[in-house]
Nanobody
Framework: VQLQASGGGSVQAGGSLRLSCAAS????????MAWFRQAPGKDREFVAS????????HYADSVKGRFTISRDTDKNIMYLQMNNLKPEDTAVYYCGADWGTVTAETPWRDYDCWGRGTQVTVAS
């Protein structure tokens, strides 16, 4: 599976963005997927994950109630709807895919593949 993330940009605090992660390759339906982010000088951190079925979702506490992860298996696209953005959400956002089950505890290093990051900048 190859991934390509898009949708980043610059917004004011309180604004919204929707990130997309387009997947190509076979067996996309069997991959758990997730969004991670990395701010300058910090490690990559978990944001949200979604099971291959789309039923099970997990969120970092910092984004619960503001971000929504979803996937369209017909189009092979995963989304991250980000509302009420805060300056601390500023980071490069990456989408990852891992064969089988993923949770909030799945280390980013365990993921099978990653897309290029997309920058999100939130001004105060």
């Amino acid at each position: 599976v190859q991934l390509q993330a898009s949708g980043g940009g610059s917004v004011q605090a309180g604004g919204s963005l929707r990130l997309s992660c387009a997947a190509s390759g076979p067996d996309f339906d069997y991959y758990g997927m997730a969004w991670f982010r990395q701010a300058p000088g910090k490690d990559r951190e978990f944001v949200a994950s979604i099971a291959w079925s789309g039923v099970h979702q997990h969120y970092a506490d910092s984004v619960k109630g503001r971000f929504t992860i979803s996937r369209d298996t017909d189009k092979n696209i995963m989304y991250l709807q980000m509302n009420n953005l805060k300056p601390e959400d500023t980071a490069v956002y990456y989408c990852g895919a891992d064969w089988g089950t993923v949770t909030a505890e799945t280390p980013w290093r365990d993921y099978d593949c990653w897309g290029r990051g997309t920058q999100v900048t939130v001004a105060s």
